[in-house]
């Protein structure tokens, strides 16, 4: 199932994606509620994909990252942010980070370097403290994709990542939650990023050093996790700069493609 939360004109609601198998045009079909908060009901409005605004499928109350998660990308990175760690490096974005699908993801004018970073993401579905891993699986909602936007001139010279990940648009994430893939298939997904049909990532999810059950276990061992929260799992090698008019494409298997372009803010 997809559930995907979205606009017609300053109507915003949830829906959940289909497609029609002979033509294959998507609809989405609306619900009553929010799909976190109780049973999914269909209320029997249906529309185009097109002909609404797809946006960020949640609003979190914070995004937790993962860091470092991908041995490829940890020794492409080693100069900036280190040599891997036994436990899980995270660090947190704001929820004013978070941004849609075809939003803008606006270039700050401090910043020399602005680089992507495609990733899975984790929605989580309750509040939930100190999971053992052999429990992740009732925590997890299912699947989105993220583009962990940075700033890594800042994030290099700050010597810490708050600043260069937090700008304002720095959390692409949708297009719409995944709720159909196990832990064992989500361990294992090919996740890509392009900019401007260049492809500049190419890794599995079966690369991580610490997998999502280890994440989940780690993280709310020492936080609390809220139904909403997003969990970005890592992103593979091939990280890099985007100029202002570039459009990334971050792409999940069996998730969806996520699509930005990079602008200035008038």
């Given at each position: 199932?997809r559930?995907a939360?979205?606009?017609v004109?300053d109507d915003?609601?949830?829906g959940?994606?289909d497609?029609d198998?002979?033509?294959?045009?998507e609809y989405v079909s609306?619900i009553s509620?929010?799909?976190?908060?109780g049973?999914?009901q269909?209320?029997g409005e249906?529309a185009k994909?097109?002909?609404?605004?797809?946006?960020?499928p949640?609003l979190p109350s914070?995004?937790v990252?993962?860091?470092?998660?991908y041995?490829?990308?940890?020794?492409?990175?080693?100069?900036?942010?280190?040599?891997?760690?036994e436990?899980?490096v995270v660090?947190?974005?704001?929820?004013?980070?978070?941004?849609g699908?075809?939003d803008?993801?606006?270039?700050p004018?401090?910043?020399?370097?602005?680089d992507?970073?495609?990733?899975?993401?984790v929605?989580?579905?309750?509040?939930?403290?100190?999971v053992?891993r052999?429990?992740?699986?009732?925590?997890v909602f299912g699947?989105?994709?993220?583009?962990?936007?940075t700033?890594r001139?800042?994030?290099?010279s700050d010597?810490?990542?708050?600043r260069?990940?937090?700008?304002?648009?720095?959390?692409?994430i949708?297009?719409?939650?995944?709720?159909g893939?196990?832990l064992?298939?989500?361990?294992?997904?090919?996740?890509?990023t392009t900019v401007?049909?260049?492809?500049?990532?190419d890794g599995?999810?079966?690369?991580?050093?610490?997998?999502?059950?280890?994440?989940?276990?780690?993280?709310?061992?020492?936080?609390?996790?809220l139904p909403g929260?997003v969990?970005?799992?890592?992103?593979?090698?091939?990280v890099?700069?985007?100029?202002v008019?570039?459009?990334?494409?971050?792409a999940?298997?069996r998730?969806?493609?996520?699509?930005?372009?990079?602008?200035?803010?008038?």
């Open positions: 199932m559930i939360r979205f606009s004109s915003v609601g949830y959940l994606i497609a198998e002979e033509s294959g045009q609306r509620g929010h799909p976190l908060m049973q999914i269909l209320t249906r994909v097109e002909d609404v605004r797809l946006l960020s949640v914070k995004v990252c993962i860091g470092k998660n041995a490829d990308h940890v020794a492409e990175m080693s100069e900036i942010t280190g040599e891997s760690t436990e899980p660090f947190l974005k704001p929820s004013t980070a978070v941004t699908p075809g803008p993801v606006f270039y004018p401090i910043s020399q370097r602005v992507f970073e495609g990733e899975l993401a929605v989580i579905s309750r509040p939930c403290r100190e053992p052999e429990r992740a699986k009732e925590v699947y989105t994709v993220a583009n962990d936007v700033a001139d800042l994030q290099k010597k810490q990542w708050t260069g990940k937090g700008f304002d648009s720095f959390c692409p949708g297009p719409w939650i995944e709720t893939l196990t064992e298939e989500a361990g294992d997904l090919r996740v890509t401007d049909g260049e492809v500049r990532q599995r999810t079966s690369q991580f050093i610490h997998d999502i059950p280890a994440m989940i276990a780690y993280i709310s061992s020492f936080m609390t996790l929260d969990v970005l799992t890592g992103t593979p090698a091939g890099g700069p985007v100029d008019g570039a459009e990334m494409t971050v999940v298997e998730v969806g493609e996520l699509t930005n372009r990079v602008i200035t803010r008038d």
